[in-house]
Nanobody, 125 residues
């Protein structure tokens, strides 16, 4: 599967932004999907994930209550809605896909076998 993330940009604190990730291929519904981010000088960190059917969700504590994740298996897309953005949300955001035969371990980088190219989100105060 190939992933393409888009929707990044520069916003002010407390603004909202919606990222989208489009996947190629006809087996999108068999993948769990996740979003990660990498801020300046930091390692890549987990943001949120959604199971292949959309019934299981996981969120990092830092984004809980502000970010939501959704997927449309008919359109091969997974979206990240980011509200009440903070300067510390500034990062390159990556979408990732995991083959679900490996179980449900969405916070682990190694869980994901496919990564998109990343989209920059900059939040100014």
């Amino acid at each position: 599967v190939q992933l393409q993330a888009c929707g990044g940009g520069s916003v002010q604190a407390r603004d909202s932004l919606r990222l989208s990730c489009v996947a190629s291929g006809r087996t999108f519904s068999t993948y769990a999907m996740g979003w990660f981010r990498q801020g300046p000088g930091k390692g890549r960190e987990f943001v949120t994930a959604i199971s292949r059917g959309g019934l299981r969700l996981s969120f990092a504590d830092s984004v809980k209550g502000r970010f939501t994740i959704s997927r449309d298996n008919a359109k091969n897309t997974v979206d990240l809605q980011m509200n009440s953005l903070k300067p510390e949300d500034t990062a390159v955001y990556y979408c990732a896909a995991a083959e679900t035969v490996t179980g449900w371990a969405p916070r682990n980088l190694d869980y994901y076998g496919y990564w998109g190219q990343g989209t920059q989100v900059t939040v100014s105060s």
